[in-house]
């Protein structure tokens, strides 16, 4: 029998409406899996067998009676960052320890609506806040890539590490994930996988804990463009519970895949070309505008100016509305609580003791850069800058450009702490961190291995609400790379 | 712009996390790092320059004035460390 875990979304889309295998099937092939990897990767912090079994039962009656939704018996994993009803929620944080919620977020609502069945929570890094998954509550998340020849552990990136690693190890066909600043787009680079963040409002952020809510997004993870384009299509929606939920119908992203990229403009920003930059991700690049040149797109240079400010303003922005969002953990209403003397003294203890160092270190920040007499010197001004970036942007699609191409990261995966300084971490997200600050679409697509078998990745930066053009233009890129599998060491 | 050890407590306290004599030395560090990293902004001009309040262009959805939802005291305090009758308990505030 063929190996189930082994199907794209697409595939066993297929194949569960002509009854090749059962959801139940499906399903037990994937708890199999995770059963007998977790200890090696550490990709769920949860796993919820029984409701996936109960979940893929109910699949199985639908599609007996040629019913069901249209992801209907397929086995997802969710980062812990969505809150889902009665299960295990806490951001990875040990702050949110033991929360439950009694509500669903809007994305998984729409994907049980759909019919898609839900494994358990995956690992993150805490908060969201890091591109290594070495910041969660529960611990490191172990990417399957090693290096030839190597069996020294390497990270899966963040902050969506577990949903990345959880696909690329196949302890799940799908899963949802977020991006702040790369937490979807620079995992996937790192696995194999490819990630896809949406415009800012296509998904509804009801029920995603909250970091730094005018950069947040969720997205998925998957191994093919296809699946991304299927999950997609699910996740997003117009949701009133969100008021920058944006009023346009979700159009249908797999309609785009196949579609010629012939006469498509794609710009290729010049600023993108740092100092430094690894041969490696130079010839990356470089093979990926030939792949489209050769399909038939017309390539041209831009120019961002302001490229090289995005991450400085980011490092104000999202500690500032992190810093905001994050006063509610005062171990008052949810989660850990640390007596006190007073009460004062009770909120300074849960936090002290329920944050881990990054985030104490973005919510200091945050703090600080929000304070009487420094707001104008720090926030104000990166607002601008913001403004700013967003217009590089603007420009660029005026002058008829309809999609970019960049590296998704400066480096492929590293080794646990082998970076120790926040600043260095920081730069990981220097490719992905403008798309989060203009609100643009932005996809991961793997494109290749570096001399060591790790995998890189490109990004495509889109126009607002226009998915679609990443999900065409990506797949040409799958095309002529190929798919990436890791050799199985863990199970 | 850097911060030195006082300000870090300072702004600790302000966040409500406690920090110790060494946290806060360690943290000063850290934070000069961050702030020296942004200082790149300074290069910038940006006379005349909105500063940007929401990517999307749209106008702010504005929800009917209306109870939509409600009574569920119980599911609103399931989570709490410590509450009794479907009220949050805290340690004493006023005398």
Known sequence: MTDLTKLTIAEAQKGLKS???????????????????????????????DQAMAMAKASDEKLSKGEGGALEGIPLGIKDLFATEG???QACSHILDGFKPRYESTVTSNLWADGAVMLGKLNMDEFAMGSSNETSYYGNVVNPWRKSGSNAALVPGGSSGGS???VAARLCMGATATDTGGSIRQPAAFTGTVGIKPTYGRCSRWGIVAFASSLDQAGPITHTVRDSAILLKSMASVDPKDTTSVDIKVPDYEAAIGQ??????IGIPKEYRVD?????IEALWQQGIDWLKDAGAEIVDVSLPHTKYALPAYYIVAPAEASSNLARYDGVRYGLRVPGNDIV?????????????EVKRRVLIGTYVLSAGYYDAYYLKAQKVRTLIKKDFDDTWAAGVDALLTPATPNAAFAPGEITDPVTMYLNDIFTVTVNMA?????????????????LGLQLIGKPFDEATLFQVGQVIEDAAGTFEPENWWA | MSVDTDTVKRVARLARIKVSDDDADRMTGELNGILGFVEQLDEVNIDGV????????QTMKKRQDGVTDGDKAEAVTVNAPASEDHFFMVPKVVE
């Open chain 1, 439 to 455: 609100g643009l679409p932005g996809i991961s697509v793997p494109a290749g291995l570096n001399p060591d078998g790790l995998p």
């Open chain 1, 19 to 49: 009854k090749d295998y059962s959801a139940v099937e499906l399903t037990e092939a994937f708890l199999a899996n995770i059963e007998a990897a977790n200890t090696s990767l550490n990709a769920y912090v949860a796993v919820t067998g």
């Open chain 1, 87 to 89: 299960v295990h929620t």
């Open chain 2, 50 to 57: 909105e500063p940007m309040t929401s990517v999307v262009e």
């Open chain 1, 164 to 166: 990345a690693s959880s």
């Open chain 1, 276 to 280: 430094g930059m690894p041969p490696e």
């Open chain 1, 345 to 357: 003294d009770m909120y300074e203890n849960t936090r002290a003791a329920g944050f881990g160092s």
């Open chain 1, 260 to 265: 010629s990229v012939k006469g498509l403009k």
